[in-house]
């Protein structure tokens, strides 16, 4: 037996000896959290820019590598970088060592 299979029977043997209580925030709770969520996903304004063809090609081939609309991945790319959350890829070239 692998250790997931192990776990899960664990889990649930401790389930059906009652050791699972719910939780007390409630659904009061849930309902703030969904609230948060619906509202951080809101797009209320429209904007409109000019890129290179080159550029959209490329974000659009990317979108289809997710599998995802390529205006959303731009919004998403936008929303990671107001939140600084967007990370640069490392460079791959050595920094360069000055002699003083």
């Known amino acids: 037996m692998d250790m997931e299979s192990k776990l899960e ?3 649930l043997a401790s389930f059906e000896r009652g050791e699972w209580q719910p939780s007390s925030k409630g659904k009061s ?3 703030r ?3 948060i969520a619906s509202a951080s996903l809101v797009k209320d304004k429209r904007v409109n820019i ?3 063809s080159r550029d959209l090609d490329d974000i659009q081939a ?3 590598e997710e599998a ?10 936008l929303h990671k970088y107001v939140t600084g959350r967007l ?3 490392r ?7 000055r002699s003083v």
């Open 50 to 52: 000019r890129i290179s």
């Open 68 to 77: 995802i609309p390529y205006q959303t991945l731009m919004s998403s790319v």
């Open 9 to 11: 029977e664990e889990i």
């Open 91 to 97: 460079s791959e070239v050595a920094p360069i060592s």
């Open 33 to 35: 959290f969904a609230a």
């Open 62 to 64: 990317r979108a289809a």
């Open 87 to 89: 990370v640069e890829p």
């Open 29 to 31: 709770e849930i309902a």
